[in-house]
């Protein structure tokens, strides 16, 4: 490559995480920018004596100044190493079709393609770029996943907070075909309507995949709560694997109808109870009311935005789970979840221990809960582990 590319010299001393192969590079490692990068721009990345350390997509206005493409200097950044790693990211995930036909395909550092999500919902694409460097490859990633397959469908969902820290302007619009109604997905047996246009993420909580069959299993013949339900994975789960009745609740009027029309299209004998409210005002009146629940589900959104919001975001945490603890019946179930990045597994697990400490009640932990094979973690960026969970059985 032509050493006149532009380049990143980082201070002394900053180059430890990339010689660990970590993919991002901070706006305070950089000492000088070397020629005129535009936002997206492959970038040399050197050290502070001048050796090359990695090749990277260079975003002017985000704290993460640079995120890295390759560590190899004789790769180029072109077409054809995005292609490839398009092709590559879509095959690690074919022997998942058989579970579901909604996947993610891409899961962007992880695929090494930082910043790019996709996800496949039966032959609809959604797609969210949401660093500088995939949005200037963005036209080159659509045409690699509709050849790699053959969805004629690609929705761009590039309008999460994410984008916005990259300089970057929200987007939303067909990239190949229409804008899609609703499409009809089944996971497990389960048959679920995803709105992509307006639903949250790109439609549907597809991490999720695993720990709704692990509530399946375990539902049979138990009184369901779940909080924070949206369109009603966990619910519609459960009355899959034989809960006696199902509560759910969520502050979307919007959400909840489209989670009943997901149970009647499921042809399930008996409607559950869709109930719009605050969650944690509805725990309240349940406490009060004396409620009890075999199962419980506590999938809420993210609590901890930033590592300036975990302080606040441990407290509701905790305050969610210690209510949910006094409303579990002996022998009960609970599921809790935090898809926070900035809380991390061992926080999590200490949250939830002084939940049970306060509820005055005796637990197991049965295991740890985390997201789906299609959501994998690079080893050299823990970063990507951003959903964590509990099973736990109250005694």
């Not at 995803?194 to 692990?214: E, P, S």
Request: proline share 5%.
């Amino acid at each position: 490559m032509s050493r006149t590319e532009p380049a990143l010299v980082l201070k002394p001393g900053k180059e430890k995480s990339l010689l660990r192969r970590h993919p991002w590079i901070y706006a305070t490692a950089v000492a000088q920018v070397a020629g005129r990068p535009e936002p997206g721009d492959a970038v040399r990345v050197l050290g502070a004596d001048g050796r090359f350390l990695a090749r990277a997509a260079y975003s002017p206005a985000s704290a993460i100044r640079a995120r890295a493409w390759t560590f190899d200097e004789a790769e180029p950044v072109d077409a054809a190493l995005i292609a490839s790693r398009v092709a590559a990211a879509v095959a690690r995930r074919d022997a998942l079709r058989d579970e579901s036909d909604a996947l993610r395909l891409v899961f962007g550092e992880a695929d090494a393609l930082p910043g790019c999500v996709v996800d496949r919902y039966a032959d609809q694409l959604v797609v969210q770029c949401l660093a500088a460097g995939v949005e200037r490859w963005r036209d080159t990633i659509v045409d690699a996943l509709v050849a790699a397959t053959g969805c004629a469908g690609v929705y761009e969902r590039s309008d999460a907070a994410a984008r916005e820290r990259e300089g970057l302007a929200p987007r939303e619009g067909p990239l190949r075909g229409e804008v899609p109604a609703p499409v009809s997905i089944v996971e497990h047996g389960v048959r679920y309507r995803v709105d992509v246009v307006a639903g949250h993420k790109t439609g549907f909580y597809i991490d999720q995949r695993d720990n709704r069959a692990l509530v399946a299993r375990w539902a049979a013949g138990r009184r369901v709560l779940n909080c924070f339900c949206y369109t009603g994975g966990f619910t519609l789960a459960a009355r899959h694997g034989g809960a006696t009745e199902a509560t759910s609740i969520d502050s979307s009027a919007e959400a909840l109808a489209l989670a009943a029309a997901n149970e009647r299209e499921n042809g399930f004998a008996e409607p559950s109870t869709w109930l719009q409210a605050n969650v944690f005002d509805a725990l309240k009146t349940m406490l009060a009311e004396g409620r009890t629940y075999d199962l419980i589900v506590l999938d809420p959104p993210k609590f901890a935005p930033s590592a300036q919001h975990v302080d606040r975001a441990a407290r509701a945490y905790k305050e969610i789970n210690l209510k949910a603890l006094r409303l579990l019946a002996p022998g009960g179930l609970l599921f809790t979840f935090s898809c926070s990045g900035a809380i991390t597994v061992d926080l999590f697990q200490k949250i939830v221990a002084g939940a049970v400490f306060d509820a005055r009640v005796d637990a197991q932990m049965l295991r740890r809960l985390e997201a789906g094979l299609d959501h994998p973690m690079s080893m050299t960026h823990p970063e990507g582990e951003y959903l964590k969970g509990l099973m736990l059985r109250r005694m």
